[in-house]
């Protein structure tokens, strides 16, 4: 992956294993980068682009594949783009079996007929559907991810696991992650992200000493100067 932004001529180069860090302590940039990914994840209207990201395949990473994340507490797994994205998954994965076809007419066809002994002789006439497709069954039976109690840094864990699998974003961004973690938290949750292959970006708005073990850091002083470890 690779990450151009527009006030600096350096330019960050990922592999597939890293996780890509920006820190910038220049407030006036770093307002800018984050307000440009927050509108433009909305709508694609912004005439400058003030960061440019380019996958492995050499594919641009348009805005409205981002997921940017100022607030982490605010995570919701079982969205409703997130579900419709699961759905889309599990509809995919299962029409592939012919048994699993086989099995689901069997069962549309066994609800069709108990419903409509039960409505049988009933005031107004009612239709129902011939069959009942897969996505039928995964709205009757609220088919969601399992959500436990778990910590802050394990419920970003499961998160970026199901993107990995789903595809929910094509990068997810999150904007002050170091301030809602320890370190140790940090570390396990960076080297699990590496281990998904998912594209992250980290956005600081402050320069951090520490690097990770597979963290690709791009540094910008107050003084616009650019540093990448």
């Known amino acids: 992956m690779k990450i151009k932004l527009f006030c600096s001529e350096i330019e960050l180069n990922v592999q597939d294993y890293e996780i890509a860090t920006l820190e910038i302590d220049n407030s006036e940039c770093f307002r800018r980068i984050t307000r440009y990914l927050n509108e433009s994840s909305e709508t694609d209207i912004n005439d400058i682009n003030e960061i440019t990201v380019i996958d492995d395949c050499k594919n641009l990473i348009d805005t409205t594949d981002m997921k940017i994340i100022f607030n982490p507490f605010q995570i919701d797994i079982n969205d409703k783009n997130n579900i419709t994205k699961l759905y889309k998954y599990l509809v995919s994965s299962f029409i592939n079996s012919q048994e699993n076809i086989f099995s689901l007419n069997e069962l549309s066809a066994y609800i069709n007929k108990h419903f409509n002994n039960l409505i049988l002789g009933f005031p107004i006439d009612l239709a129902l559907k011939d069959t009942l497709t897969v996505k039928d069954f ?39 992650l170091k301030s809602f973690l320890s370190h140790d938290e940090l570390e396990e949750l960076l080297q699990n992200a590496s281990h998904s292959r998912n594209n992250i970006l980290l956005i600081e708005n402050k320069v951090h000493s520490s690097v990770f073990e597979n963290e690709r850091k791009l540094t910008i002083d107050s003084d616009m100067y650019c540093m990448i470890k």
């Open 138 to 176: 995964l709205k009757l039976l609220d088919v969601k991810f399992d959500c436990q109690e778990n910590s802050l840094q394990y419920q970003i864990i499961e998160y970026l696991n199901a993107n990995a699998i789903i595809g929910f974003a094509k990068l997810i961004i999150f904007v002050n």
